[in-house]
């Protein structure tokens, strides 16, 4: 009977207290299941929003931004606002944030492959201008397509000209890593004079 007892009824024992546990965790997983499954719809939903709002977010990082895109800001901001640039400084581009492929491959998102790349281009312009004509300018930099930041405005009053004198530092970003193509400012030929004054 002690035989019989040890390994025949407290093995059955054991195996049954194991299948009970068994059966709890698939009852468990059967009822966050059919949870998933009853809002399969509001999931499907939400996560499309969320790939609308990603996508939205995207349109405004370029692929990269060059020298050319700074000094073209400040051509298109001389041509609509009364100013003169004393001085253009910018960085190299430095790594801000990253978001590894793992992540961007689990969201199986279309044009979302490899790993993305978040950037940051610091750039400062020393400029004269006046009081509204300053205001025009930051405007039209919050009016650009891409992601620029304004860091810091810093103006002091000329007391002869009455003209602000100072500077915007500006941070430009960018994303790479996305199927995006970087895409040249259109700059007008510059049309040099005659190689020779003497004819």
């Known amino acids: 009977m002690l035989i019989l007892y040890v390994f025949v009824y407290m093995r059955y024992s054991q195996l049954t207290e194991q299948l009970e546990e068994s059966n709890i965790q698939l009852k468990n997983s059967l009822v966050e299941l059919k949870d998933y499954y009853d809002n399969m719809e509001k999931y499907q939903r939400e996560s499309n929003q969320l790939e609308e709002a990603i996508e939205a977010l995207m ?21 609509q606002n009364l100013l003169n640039y004393d001085n253009i400084s910018m960085s190299q581009p430095e ?31 020393t400029n004269v201008t006046d009081y509204n004509n300053l205001k025009g300018i930051i405007e039209q930099i919050y009016e650009m397509p891409n992601r620029i930041a304004i860091n810091n405005v810093t103006y002091t009053v000329n007391e002869e000209s009455g003209s602000l004198e100072g500077m915007l530092d500006l941070s430009f970003y960018i994303a790479t890593g996305t199927e995006k193509q970087y895409v040249y400012p259109d700059i007008d030929e510059y049309i040099s004079g ?6």
């Open 194 to 199: 005659t190689d020779n004054p003497f004819q």
């Open 95 to 125: 790594l801000v944030y990253t978001v590894p492929q793992n992540i961007v491959t689990a969201a199986s998102m279309e044009g979302y492959r490899r790993q993305i790349d978040f950037l940051e281009k610091q750039a400062t312009y």
């Open 59 to 79: 349109v405004e990082y370029p692929a990269d931004t060059k020298e050319e895109d700074v000094i073209m800001l400040a051509v298109h901001t001389q041509e």
